[in-house]
């Protein structure tokens, strides 16, 4: 009861939306950006926001920081101080490189492609480490984190390796972020207005 309560006074001064009030989990938000915002999927929210207008946006982050009594008792919600804190120094590296893509032309991505080939380091240890244990099963018997060892190696090897392809990907097409520049900045300029306020809610507690 009191929580509905509070959410009927958290709307009442705002503008009256479409959106449907959803709560799952213990979290309480009306909008995918919003989702991601609360469940704490902060990179989800930067590929997100490609496909939505600026005022959707502002009102997500608007939103979540509305929310914020309410959705900080579930401990995996991030604080405002954190998400505001991540997007200024995510905003900031993109806006820079997108920069520098568009005043050098570069024909690669050479950042995606580090991380590819980090990726792809990692994804090859992990899958020769199952095939030495598979190959040699006495490691089984001679070392108990081994059986660990061979199920993380059979998790995280394929796991690396498809995110190689997707940051291979990114390194082929350095020029795909270009058309969100403005958005970027405009987005940035707003988090910065947002970080100049206090947040005395932000506090995170049990109850």
């Known amino acids: 009861m009191y929580k509905k309560l509070l959410i009927i006074l958290l709307f009442c001064s705002q503008k009256i939306s479409t959106n449907t009030i959803v709560i799952t989990h213990h979290y309480t938000y009306t909008n995918p950006l919003s989702a991601s915002l609360v469940m704490g999927k902060l990179s989800n929210f930067l590929q997100e926001i490609k ?3 600026n005022e959707d946006i502002y009102f997500a982050l608007e939103e979540f920081i509305r929310l914020r009594p309410i ?49 792809i380091s990692l994804g090859t240890t992990f899958n020769v480490l199952i095939y030495y244990c598979l190959k040699n099963e006495g490691c089984f018997k001679y070392n108990e984190a081994s059986p660990f060892i061979a199920v993380l190696s059979v998790i995280l090897g394929p796991l690396f390796s498809i995110i190689s392809i997707t940051h291979l990907q990114n390194a082929l097409n350095p020029n795909r972020e270009n058309e969100h520049l403005e958005k970027y900045k405009n987005l940035f300029n707003f988090v910065k207005q947002l970080q100049t306020h206090e947040y005395p809610h932000d506090a995170w507690f049990f109850f």
Do not use: M
């Not at 920069?99 to 024909?107: D, L, P, T, V």
């Open 51 to 53: 496909y939505y207008k």
């Open 71 to 119: 959705n900080k008792k579930e401990y995996t919600s991030p604080s405002i101080k954190h998400v505001l804190s991540y997007l200024n120094k995510e905003l900031i590296h993109r806006i820079k490189r997108i920069n520098n893509q568009i005043k050098y032309q570069y024909r690669l991505d050479y950042e995606s492609l580090a991380e590819s080939a980090v990726c």
